[in-house]
């Protein structure tokens, strides 16, 4: 019997994958995308076993699914209509339909178990890693990052699109009752609701839109705090990458990043300003607090890695029916 085969867009094979690999470019565009994998990837597959990384797969030929998170059906008010009914419904329809759903948290799980009523036992928990630039930056690499972006020497950072369950506006509130510019790493993201979205041009608020992973790494390591006052997600990566980079973090007290974060994070409720402002004042001025937030967060980043990741994904691999041997 062949192997599974994994399929990804040229360019972007991961690491720790160790089986074949076909890779491919996409055509531009979602629907383009959304065809090419439904049509193509069956044909190319050749009866052999499917691995999707994206979310979605295609419908006749899924075998095992990595689904990120269920905010499309728990909160179909944040998303525009035409990615619902495209992507929203593929993705639903390959975590029904899958024989293995792999997933980042345990809330995700319940999540799809909840929305979808997809069996448990067919789902799988595997959180991803951190890469291994993450680490704290040097004091050479926080100067050249503030030079070039025109940053003060303190500030707080927010990293995430600019859509509504991400919460920048309370960022920017606690960030000014603190006294402190926000920088947003981040840019809008065209599947949400035009009328949610965070406009630019608020005072004290930074936009650098996306960028460079090593200017990202050299933000984390600046920055007086990571802000992620997210009101849903299916794990949470940035907070972790922060506590890579020896960054203090302060998110939001909801279940996947209670998950991630595991308590080396100041959680406050999403919507409660005041909260926000009370932790992003103390985790900015109190060194004690940002010490052993900085010596927690470290511990709980060591714990991920990508290699493990792999592994948790070889495992799902290998207890698949279809798989060799």
Not at 29 to 46: D, Y
Not at 174 to 189: E, N, Y
Not at 281 to 294: E, P
Request: hydrophobic share 45%; proline share 11%.
């Amino acid at each position: 019997m062949f192997g599974p085969l994994l399929v990804c867009p040229s360019g972007h094979g991961p690491p720790a994958w160790s089986g074949p690999v076909r890779q491919a470019p996409i055509p531009p565009g979602r629907p383009g995308r959304l065809l090419w994998e439904q049509l193509a990837v069956p044909a190319l597959a050749a009866g052999r076993p499917v691995i999707s990384l994206a979310n979605t797969a295609p419908l006749t030929a899924c075998d095992i699914v990595c689904t990120y998170d269920a905010a499309f059906l728990a909160h179909p008010e944040w998303f525009r209509p035409s990615f619902r009914h495209s992507y929203g419904r593929v993705t639903a329809a390959a975590a029904r339909r899958a024989a293995s759903v792999v997933v980042p948290s345990r809330f995700t799980a319940d999540e799809l178990h909840r929305l979808l009523a997809v069996p448990p036992h067919r789902v799988n928990v595997v959180p991803p890693g951190i890469d291994s630039m993450f680490v704290p930056p040097t004091e050479t690499l926080k100067v050249r990052v503030r030079t070039v972006y025109e940053l003060p020497e303190r500030f707080v950072l927010f990293v995430g699109s600019r859509d509504p369950r991400k919460g920048l506006e309370i960022a920017a509130r606690a960030a000014a009752s603190a006294g402190l510019m926000l920088v947003v790493a981040g840019a809008s993201v065209a599947a949400f609701s035009g009328r949610s979205q965070v406009r630019g041009g608020a005072p004290g608020v930074v936009y650098l839109d996306r960028v460079p992973d090593s200017d990202l790494v050299a933000l984390y390591g600046a920055a007086l705090a990571l802000l992620y006052p997210s009101r849903y997600e299916g794990f949470g990566l940035p907070p972790l990458e922060a506590m890579a980079c020896g960054t203090p973090v302060v998110a939001s007290d909801i279940p996947a990043v209670r998950e991630t974060s595991a308590g080396a994070a100041v959680l406050c409720p999403p919507d409660d300003p005041v909260a926000w402002e009370t932790a992003v004042g103390a985790v900015t001025s109190d060194a004690a607090l940002r010490s052993d937030l900085v010596e927690a967060g470290a511990e709980r980043a060591a714990r991920s890695s990508w290699a493990e990741a792999g592994e948790g994904l070889a495992a799902v691999i290998r207890a698949w029916p279809r798989s060799p041997g």
